[in-house]
């Protein structure tokens, strides 16, 4: 980041970036499968042959590919700032600024469907010419450019109306190539699509008293959007466009009790726009249903700020209840051969609704805490097409409804992947070295939360039980705060943890009512530990 004061009045800053990533991702080791399992229904491939060496248990992190699995990407792009403080006359004090992004994103994937290094597709000899077995795999690319351009007008702070105005543009650019297959699932598809904002806002705070404020915010907004899908499969093309204004705000009142304690009440309304869902099943009954419609949300908070024993202590503590029209989450399905598909659904009524707590101490000189406590109720109000969970019966509660989808009435369920509590617990101790020009520091953090359920469908195969992680740290850093040297172990009792659960026997058949699980690893899902080296200049 450069910044250059132009003249006493201009400052321009510019913040250009670059990123680029090679990662392996995605894979999902199986946990449990039904004894006596053959691949795709194959007799020459028992389960026994296709995952010899994989120990099938709750914690096995090992899969057979012959393909990578994970993605590479990189971003460029850069930010200009200018800001010019007004000097005199009737905009004494004021603020303007010009904000511009450009940001290029491109990424280029790689999957390994079919979770196995076995030459099945020997066995389909339509699909693959003689020889030749590169297994079901996915590759692709997908490309974002976005750019966007802001002007703001803000006022000067010593005065009892203080406010906030300006224009906003924000423009995205998005395609998609995928070539999933040769046989599995196959695919082959080139989608597009475009997204342009439009906004107008002001937010302004007014001191009624010397302890009173009143805040008060509006925002206008157009979106448009457009898009064109092919799939090259079957030579079909779908395209489509749409727009739509929406209005947002923000109302509220603060009260300083003391110099030390603030309580606040606020609403706010949210808005996210209309989307396109451009997945592998698109098709002409997908296409009559877009765009998958507009969330809105209206949001209640009810809170305390404060500073405690001379600033010794923070104490913050916010109650909220939120309502969410049109809910837009994804949703997971396993197709018959294991293969996930992931798509975009629209929930009728969502509500949640509780407590955060977070606070920080500084108990001595040397030692400080910090925590944060939620609980979130979070339930679905009106969902009644949902999802039907795999092998889910009539008695159940899925049934088929005149579109012969598979379907149910979410009503009063939990959204998923909400845990109910959640907290966390830190602290750090730092400690001079004795004959050395650096501090010493030790820090341990503590994290936990309540069971969730994974799926939307209440699948009771991808509930996750509760869990609590442990991190600690040790380190020195020189006092003229320049260099920092930090050693970490992370989960350090070795606590396993998925990032998602799967209800399917990946690809596996052969028995009658034949059950399998997955799971999805993070790095944190086991003990790993390393340095990391801090340098400001």
């Excluded at 012959?66 to 403080?85: F, I, M, Q």
């Excluded at 300006?166 to 040769?182: I, K, Q, S, T």
């Excluded at 937010?203 to 064109?228: F, P, S």
Aim: glycine share 10%; hydrophobic share 35%; proline share 4%.
């Amino acid at each position: 980041k450069v910044e250059w004061d132009a003249t006493d009045n201009l400052t321009v800053t510019l913040a250009p970036r670059f990123n680029r990533n090679e990662s392996t991702c995605c894979v999902s080791p199986i946990t449990s499968l039904t004894p006596g399992l053959f691949y795709q229904g194959i007799t020459q491939l028992p389960a026994s042959q296709v995952l010899a060496g994989i120990p099938i248990g709750p914690d096995n992190r090992y899969v057979r590919n012959d393909y990578r699995s994970g993605g590479d990407s990189e971003v460029a792009g850069g930010t200009v700032r200018l800001d010019y403080v007004f000097d005199g006359g009737l905009m004494d004090g004021h603020t303007l600024s010009s904000i511009s992004s450009l940001d290029n994103y491109r990424m280029r994937d790689y999957q390994d469907i079919d979770g196995t290094d076995s030459h099945f597709l020997l066995y389909f000899p339509v699909a693959s010419p003689s020889g030749i077995d590169s297994g079901a795999v996915i590759n692709g690319y997908f490309h974002a450019k976005s750019n966007t351009q802001e002007i703001r007008l803000v006022s000067p702070d010593a005065t009892r109306l203080r406010y906030v105005a300006g224009l906003w543009y924000a423009h995205n650019d998005l395609d998609r190539f995928l070539d999933r297959g040769p046989i599995l699932s196959q695919s082959r598809y080139y989608a597009a699509s475009t997204n342009t904002n439009y906004s107008l806002y002001t937010q302004a705070t007014y001191d009624l008293t010397d302890k009173a404020t009143l805040i008060g915010g509006v925002r206008l907004n157009r979106q448009e959007i457009d898009y064109e899908f092919d799939n090259l499969l079957l030579n079909q093309h779908f395209d489509g466009a749409d727009e739509e204004d929406a209005v947002t705000g923000r109302a509220g009142i603060q009260y300083q009790w003391t110099p030390e304690v603030m309580t606040f009440l606020t609403y706010s309304s949210g808005y996210k726009g209309q989307a396109y869902d451009l997945v592998s099943t698109f098709n002409a009954r997908i296409a009559a249903q877009m765009p998958v419609p507009h969330e809105t949300a209206d949001n209640y908070e009810i809170g305390v700020k404060s500073t405690l024993f001379d600033r010794r202590l923070y104490l913050n503590a916010t109650v909220f209840n939120a309502d969410y029209y049109g809910f837009q989450t994804s949703v997971t399905s396993t197709l018959p051969d294991g293969t996930f598909l992931t798509f975009l659904n629209s929930v009728g009524h969502l509500q949640t609704r509780g407590l955060e707590i977070d606070w920080a101490a500084r108990v001595t000189e040397n030692l400080s805490l910090n925590g944060a406590f939620a609980y979130t109720d979070a339930t679905v109000q009106d969902f009644p097409n949902g999802p039907c969970y795999n092998g889910q019966t009539l008695a159940q509660g899925c049934y088929v409804d005149s579109t012969n989808s598979r379907v149910q009435d979410l009503k009063g369920k939990r959204l998923n992947n909400v845990p109910e509590y959640k907290f966390n617990v830190g602290g750090q101790y730092e400690f001079a070295v004795p004959g050395l020009p650096v501090d010493g520091f030790v820090g341990l953090t503590y994290r936990w939360q309540d069971e969730v359920n994974f799926a939307l469908s209440q699948d009771p195969r991808t509930i996750h039980k509760d869990y609590g992680i442990t991190d600690l740290t040790l380190g020195v850093k020189d006092r003229d705060g320049r260099y920092k040297l930090t050693g970490f172990v992370n989960n350090a009792f070795d606590e396993r943890f998925a990032q998602g659960l799967g209800n399917g026997t990946s690809g596996f058949s052969g028995v009658t009512g034949a059950l399998g699980s997955t799971w999805t690893v993070p790095r944190a899902g086991f003990r790993y530990f390393g340095a990391r080296v801090d340098v400001n200049f």
